[in-house]
């Protein structure tokens, strides 16, 4: 393997563990609606209340880092 693909692989892993180890706290790029919303960040989001009591943001944030670390780039 090159130099080059390794350190890429490595760059990869490393924002993973990154985003795995960021804030507790629920933000709007944790939202499934983030992509589509348009909306300012607000304390007072139903969206946000919702999600916030289901719990599985949390779930959803991991997968999306893992996701981001396996596919190519």
């Given amino acids: 393997?090159?130099?080059t693909e390794?350190?890429?692989l490595?760059?990869?892993i490393s924002?993973?563990?990154?985003m795995l180890r960021r804030?507790?706290?629920f933000t709007c790029g944790d939202c499934e609606r983030s992509a589509s919303c348009g909306l300012p960040p607000s304390e007072h989001c139903v969206i946000k209340a919702a999600q916030l009591a289901?719990?599985?943001w949390k779930l959803r944030r991991q997968a999306r880092a893992?996701?981001?670390t396996?596919?190519?780039?």
């Fill in 15 to 18: 924002a993973a563990l990154a």
């Fill in 1 to 3: 393997m090159p130099a």
């Fill in 6 to 8: 390794s350190r890429g």
């Fill in 54 to 56: 289901r719990g599985d």
């Fill in 66 to 68: 893992l996701s981001r």
């Fill in 70 to 73: 396996i596919a190519p780039m």
């Fill in 10 to 12: 490595l760059a990869r």
């Fill in 23 to 25: 804030q507790d706290e």
